[in-house]
Structure formats: C-alpha cells, structure tokens
C-alpha cells in the first residue's frame, strides 16, 4: 500500500525559513509527479509547486523566487523549501503523487495527511 508522509512544518516568524518533506512509501515503481499543495483556513486548496519526472516545474506566482521544490529520487521524497516566509503562507500543506505501484500499473494519484506551517507576523 502507498503511503505520502509529510514533516517539516510548524510555527516561524515572517522572514523566516522552513524545509518540507514528503517521503513516498510502499510498492512503487514509478513516480511521475510529485508536487505541494495548501490549504488556508476558509479558502480553497491551491498548487504551490510541482516536479514532473523530467524535473520541470511550476510555482504559483505568491511564491515564485521563495519557495523551491527539489526531489530525491533515490529515496522517493520531495523537499519544499520555504524561504521569506509571509504570514499569507500559513496553511496546511499537502503532498500529491502521481505514481504507479507494483500492484496497479495505472498511475493514481495519492495524498499525504498534511503538515501546518504557521508564520506570525
């Protein structure tokens, strides 16, 4: 069975940094997408980053130049680093997979439980 795990997130005053994880467990043969989503209180849930297989990537515009996201294919996990942090960032942040396992060749799409990141102003 796949399993997303995130860690990383907690409580860190504007201008601050923090460095999501999501490592990507189970019987995986291929990841096609991996990407970061969040969703603040009230609002819907918005892409803040994706990372195609072939390492191409998408920001949202609010965090173009301050968030990075990188992957480390050998352990199957994807980083988010948060830099400048605003307190309009303050949000849950998910994981999402597009992957394939070894017991549905299919791609589907898998979801972590989510991280808070939390900036004070």
């Known amino acids: 069975q796949v399993q997303l795990v995130e860690s990383g997130g907690g409580l860190v005053q504007a201008g601050g940094s923090l460095r999501l994880s999501c490592a990507a467990s189970?019987?995986?043969?291929?990841?096609?997408?991996m990407a970061w989503l969040r969703q603040a209180p009230g609002k819907q849930r918005e892409l803040v980053a994706r990372?195609?297989?072939?390492?191409?990537?998408n920001y949202a515009d609010s965090v173009k130049g301050r968030f990075t996201i990188s992957r480390d294919n050998t352990k199957n996990t994807v980083y988010l680093q948060m830099n400048s942090l605003k307190p309009e960032d303050t949000a849950v942040y998910y994981c999402n997979a597009i992957l394939a396992s070894y017991s549905d060749p299919y791609d589907g799409s898998y979801w972590g439980k989510g991280t808070l990141v939390t900036v004070s102003s």
């Open positions: 990372l195609t297989i072939g390492f191409s990537t």
């Open positions: 189970g019987s995986i043969s291929s990841i096609s997408v």
